[in-house]
């Protein structure tokens, strides 16, 4: 199995800004994609960044010119830059990975198990 860990997540007042960090491991071929999504209380997980194979990106509305998705493939990980941060992005964020594996079976979609971002004077 693929194994995910989220780092990053805290308290941060509104304006300021935090990075997340999600690893992947676990016999992995390449990944396909990874990404972040968010869930806020009482609401459904949202689709927040993602970024593909051949580093193309995307984003949610909510976030375009304040949250950027990059990855460093040496490391098998995913970053999410977020400035500008509002009360609204306080949420569990979860980190999203598809890969390919050296082992059987070859194809996977993991979770992380989320970490927590909450913005909040």
């Known amino acids: 199995q693929v194994q995910l860990v989220e780092s990053g997540g805290g308290l941060v007042q509104p304006g300021g800004s935090l990075r997340l960090s999600c690893a992947a491991s676990?016999?992995?071929?390449?990944?396909?994609?990874m990404g972040w999504y968010r869930q806020a209380p009482g609401a459904q997980r949202e689709l927040v960044a993602t970024i593909i194979s051949d580093d193309s990106t995307n984003y949610a509305d909510s976030v375009k010119g304040r949250f950027t998705i990059s990855r460093d493939n040496a490391k098998n990980t995913v970053y999410l830059q977020m400035n500008s941060l509002k009360p609204e992005d306080t949420a569990v964020y979860f980190c999203?990975?598809?890969?390919?594996?050296?082992?059987?079976?070859?194809?996977?979609?993991?979770w992380g198990q989320g970490t927590l971002v909450t913005v909040s004077s």
């Open positions: 676990g016999s992995i071929l390449s990944i396909n994609a």
């Open positions: 999203y990975c598809n890969a390919w594996r050296t082992v059987i079976p070859r194809y996977v979609e993991e």
